[in-house]
């Protein structure tokens, strides 16, 4: 019995488990939606909702303006804070992905500078509302051809399609 485990395994060993989730986690950052099986999107949401709520809760101090501040020691404090949250989420997300823009052309995209600095500006006003979490969506696609396990697209919420959403119920 499986009382009190929690996490799916995957058939898998930990180092590859691990690296699975880290680059469906990156990919996920990077495109903001991506498809593949149902049990590794609902793992992923698990990850995924942890990494925004933790580049949230240490780095709130983004939407400061550090050239703004007079006070050495709170300008250390907040420079501190930014260091040690890019450093927790580091632990786990890739620094780096590439991105293919065109057919002959590709970019490096930094993960970490686009979660702290695109991705969770956009939830702050819901995490000031106390509605912790729900950063994520996972719909349900179809089944896959070969072994017909379940394909769900999971993807990141916009802000405004969730007060929209609200306000139509």
Partial sequence: MRHRKSG????????????MLRNLAGNLVLHGRIQTTDAKAKELRRITER???RALR???DLTVDIGKIKDD???ERIMGRRIHAQRQVAKFLPRTLVRTVSPNEE???NLIHKL???IAPQYLERAKAGKGGGYTRIIKVKNRIGDNAPISMIELIDSGEEESSAEAA
Avoid: C, S, W
């Avoid at 799916?8 to 690296?19: C, I, L, S």
């Fill in 73 to 75: 020691v709170e300008r």
């Fill in 58 to 60: 240490l780095g709130d």
């Fill in 51 to 53: 990494l925004i709520t």
């Fill in 116 to 118: 702290f600095h695109e």
């Fill in 107 to 109: 970019e490096e995209v």
């Fill in 8 to 19: 799916r395994k995957f058939g898998r060993n930990t180092p590859h488990r691990r690296a």
